[in-house]
């Protein structure tokens, strides 16, 4: 199954744009691109998905490199309720399995 | 619209007493449903989805067991709790096609004594 890698932690200043990276060598070229987002004591959230293109929704973007070796979720004005853990995901195209890392801890700075 | 229920919101159990953890789903048909656990300060760990009624997989071998009675309906139990099945249980729900993604409840906080 392929597996992503992301930074433990990552701070940012609020109001100002954050940029959270996620690596994902191995993807296969149907695996789609899913994050998720998590507060402390809830179950995570779904942020965005894509497979090829950059993707905007009213939470966030999704920059998906050209290779799709690696994508970045895009927060572009982080505010004190986008603290939380960020999780990057592959959609496993053979089966039914989401496989969640540890996620990148985003903290947000007043 | 889509809601999934999950309860209770809080457990504390024995080591050695049964568990039955209930998750149902509302405004779909047909669902694929999970089932997740999350150690403190860790991610989360499948240990069980369903693409239908009685059909079950295991992704991790362990004292626990999941069903599936009704479409809209998920269920974790034990036998017999231990120590390290202390957790924060997550129930999730996806539709049936691919590549869309999952929602999830609001989670059971297991505390073993």
């Known amino acids: 199954d392929a597996k992503t890698t992301q930074p433990n932690s990552m701070e940012s200043n609020e109001e100002e744009p954050v940029h959270l990276p996620c690596n994902h060598s191995?993807?296969?070229?149907?695996?789609?691109i899913h994050w998720y987002r998590q507060l402390p004591s809830q179950g995570p959230e779904y942020v965005i998905h894509?497979?090829?293109s950059n993707v905007n929704n009213r939470m966030a973007s999704l920059a998906i490199a050209e290779d799709r070796k690696s994508s970045t979720l895009i927060l572009h004005r982080a505010t004190l309720r986008d603290a939380a853990v960020y999780y990057c995901?592959?959609?496993?195209?053979?089966?039914?399995?989401?496989?969640f890392g540890t996620g990148t801890s985003l903290t947000v700075i007043p | 619209s889509q809601t999934i229920h999950q309860w209770p919101a809080t457990l504390v159990q024995p080591v050695g007493s049964p568990l039955s953890l209930e998750c149902t789903v509302e405004g779909t048909s047909n669902p694929n449903l999970y089932w997740y656990r999350q150690a403190a300060g860790r991610g989360l760990q499948l240990l069980f989805y369903?693409?239908?009624?009685?059909?079950i997989s295991s992704e991790v071998p362990q004292n626990l067991s999941a069903s599936r009675p009704q479409d809209r309906q998920f269920i974790l139990s034990s036998k017999k709790l231990l120590l390290s099945d202390s957790g924060f249980y997550l129930c999730?729900?996806?539709?049936?096609?691919?590549?869309?993604?999952?929602?999830f409840g609001d989670g059971t906080r297991l505390s073993i004594l």
């Open positions: 191995t993807i296969s070229g149907t695996d789609y």
């Open positions: 894509g497979l090829t």
């Open positions: 369903s693409v239908g009624i009685g059909q």
């Open positions: 995901i592959l959609r496993d195209d053979t089966g039914n399995q989401f496989y």
């Open positions: 999730a729900w996806s539709p049936g096609q691919q590549y869309q993604p999952q929602h």
